[in-house]
Nanobody, 121 residues
Framework: QVQLVESGGGLVQAGGSLRLSCAAS????????MGWYRQGPGKERELVATLDIGGNTNYAGSVKGRFTISRDYNKNTVSLQMNSLKPEDTAVYYC???????????????WGQGTQVTVSS
């Protein structure tokens, strides 16, 4: 079984910072990329940031310059440092990893349980 476990959400005032972390456990052939998505109230889930094994990042335009994604490739963890938070960043944040369980498997999306981030104005 593969599990993604997030931590680090909470309530913060606008302009503040939070750090989210996600740890993947289990077994797989490959796990890449890893990243973060979010779903705000009444909205669809959207990409926040991803980071692949080559070090390539992909950020949503709304978070560029404020959020930084990082990975520990040995520990299979991914983190999201969120600075200058805005009320519109309020959402449930989900860790994501694209995983091939075996060399012959197709790649599949795995998700964490989600962690709430609330930014007050």
């Amino acid at each position: 079984q593969v599990q993604l476990v997030e931590s680090g959400g909470g309530l913060v005032q606008a302009g503040g910072s939070l750090r989210l972390s996600c740890a993947a456990s289990g077994s797989w052939f490959s796990i890449d990329p890893m990243g973060w998505y979010r779903q705000g109230p009444g909205k669809e889930r959207e990409l926040v940031a991803t980071l692949d094994i080559g070090g390539n990042t992909n950020y949503a335009g709304s978070v560029k310059g404020r959020f930084t994604i990082s990975r520990d490739y040995n520990k299979n963890t991914v983190s999201l440092q969120m600075n200058s938070l805005k009320p519109e960043d309020t959402a449930v944040y989900y860790c994501n990893a694209k995983i091939k369980r075996y060399y012959y498997s197709t790649e599949a999306d795995y998700w964490g349980q989600g962690t709430q981030v609330t930014v007050s104005s």
